[in-house]
């Protein structure tokens, strides 16, 4: 069987959600608090073995080039100014990946996005790992979807639970549990209302796929929104091959919305040595003189 050696990370999105901030800024880019969404799915991918990242961009995403490039300039300034271990980690993420980058000419949706990867992907199996999902201690979680990969050789998906009234945020399966946390996937809905649901299992934006998944994306239909789903395809796949779901039961942190995205800022700068226990007593002080209640804009 082959190897996964690859993951496609679809970054062209417009980030609707977050404009005007996402005007001329990838929302790959923002911060949780001094690192970029990006650099914790590299790292994540880097933690389980995967060196070759395939970025899916757009016109708007250079960002992303330059965070992974050297910047012999910022190394120079850095070096002269004696910050050497800040130097050391500026230096370390310029070496992290290879990377290749690959432009997705118009936004058509995340299955586009997939299918404008394959030219680097070719005929093997391959991650992709959506662009502004953090999944907590995620080297574990793409390990686990390895590990099934490579006992039965189809496509893997990660699925999280989700609050019932959650479900029409998401795409949601329909499994059976062949072991303890080991599911097959029997049919997909996107975005259900919490009626149709066919469980409150949700995928959450890892998958592994075998590159019978391009073929099927060759002739998905643009679905909801007119855009061509990853979804759709899927459930195309489906007729044609097994795809197995890793159950995952570490956090996972959506920072393409404005809320989410803040949730997972204070709640990775609350676990901070050097900063969680000063905004822990600011944001008791805001929460106590009731300033979240008046001050709205
Ligand atoms: P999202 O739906 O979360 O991203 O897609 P979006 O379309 O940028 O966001 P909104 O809905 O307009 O606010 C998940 C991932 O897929 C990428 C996005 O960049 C994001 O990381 N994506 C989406 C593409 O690469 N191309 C597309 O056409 C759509």
Known sequence: ????????????????????????????????????????????LLGAGVENVIFVTGKHKRPIEHHFDINTDLEKHLEEAGKEKILQNIRKISHMINPIYIRQKQQLG?????????????????????????LERGEEAITGMLDIFSRFG????????????EVSKYGIAKVKEIEEGVFLIEDLVEKPSPEEAPSNLAIVGRYI??????????????????????????????EEEAIYAYKVENR??????????????????????????????????????????????
Do not use: C
Request: glycine share 8%; no cysteine.
């Open 1 to 44: 069987m082959q190897e996964v050696r690859k993951a496609v990370l679809p970054v062209a999105g417009w980030g609707t959600r977050f404009l005007p901030a996402t005007k001329a800024m990838p929302k790959e880019m923002f911060p949780i608090i001094d690192k970029p969404v990006i650099q914790f799915i590299v790292e994540e």
């Open 110 to 134: 995340l299955g586009h996005a997939v299918l404008t990867a394959e030219p680097a992907v070719g005929r093997e199996p391959f991650i992709v790992a959506l662009g502004d999902i953090i």
């Open 154 to 165: 189809k496509s893997v998906v990660a699925l999280f639970e989700v609050p019932e009234e």
């Open 209 to 238: 796929f075998t590159p019978a998944i391009f073929e099927k994306l060759k002739i998905t239909k643009p679905g909801k929104g007119g855009e061509i789903q990853l979804t759709d395809a899927m459930k195309l796949l489906l």
């Open 252 to 297: 996972v942190y959506d920072t393409g919305n404005p809320l989410d995205y803040l949730k997972t800022v204070f709640e990775f700068a609350l676990k901070r040595e050097d900063i969680g226990e000063e905004l822990a007593f600011f944001l008791a002080q805001m929460l106590s003189k009731g300033t979240q209640l008046t001050d709205r804009t």
